[in-house]
């Protein structure tokens, strides 16, 4: 069945008003009618099995037919900081990262991150990532989707004491021959825990960063013996985590 997230506000009772661009796909682009059924989403992890009642050319509505609890998270809730990189490679990493599981999306600008975003602009930089990770949270049977902000260094620094456990994506770790401590670190945790994962630009992180970091708690870790690009660390650490929690 299809699946669309909708606000949770809409959820208040047993039928729900559908939004125009839902309407719109499921009139137009499935050519469906009312009787239709599909999956509605609140974000929270819960799945509405719905039965389309009304449909008309910008508005509908549905009958909730059934409430579950979703069975595709992660068991840990995992947050991605990620420096920002070149090019389109972040939205590469949202949509990517989505399907992988991850609950929270930072951007930062570390020392050596040769991309900046202008203050303006973010706004609507992180308006399409939104998008982009919705339409990935709703391929990938997600039943949430990741939260997105542009943060600064020093937030991203105060933030770490907020988790069960803090992972950096550090190569010099890799290049001195380190490949235990990322394993170690997820067998350690625990269904519910808060994992933040800190992955860096193409040039990797300036030793001050990782210092001050290691100093709140965070664990500087490779990620096997090769280095990895930017783009593809964070895809690596959340397949990672999957593997260590849910397939073994």
Sequence with gaps: MQRYFLPRESFVNDTVTLPAD???????VLRETPGYRMVLLDGTGLEYEAE??????????????????ASTELPIEVTLA????????????AQKGTELGMHHFWLFESKRS????????????????QKIMQEAA???????????????PRELADRIDAFDAVVIAYEEEAKQGE????????????????LLLIVGPEGGFDEDE???????????????????????????ALAAVSYALELN
């Design 22 to 28: 839902v309407v719109h796909h499921i009139g137009t």
């Design 52 to 69: 389309v009642m009304m449909l008309e050319k910008k508005m509908g509505t549905a009958r909730v037919l059934e409430r579950r609890q």
């Design 82 to 93: 990620y420096a920002l990189p070149k090019g389109d490679k972040v939205e590469l990493v």
């Design 114 to 129: 040769v991309a900046k975003w202008d203050t303006k602009k973010a706004p609507k930089k992180i308006e399409r990532l």
């Design 138 to 152: 709703e391929q990938s049977y997600r039943a949430v989707v990741p939260m997105c902000q542009h943060i600064t």
């Design 179 to 194: 490949q235990a401590a990322f394993a170690t670190v997820l067998q350690a945790l625990q269904p519910g825990a808060k």
């Design 210 to 236: 990782v210092n001050e970091w290691t100093v709140r708690g965070a664990q500087a870790c490779a990620f096997g013996p090769r280095i990895l690009r930017s783009e593809t660390a964070p895809l690596y």
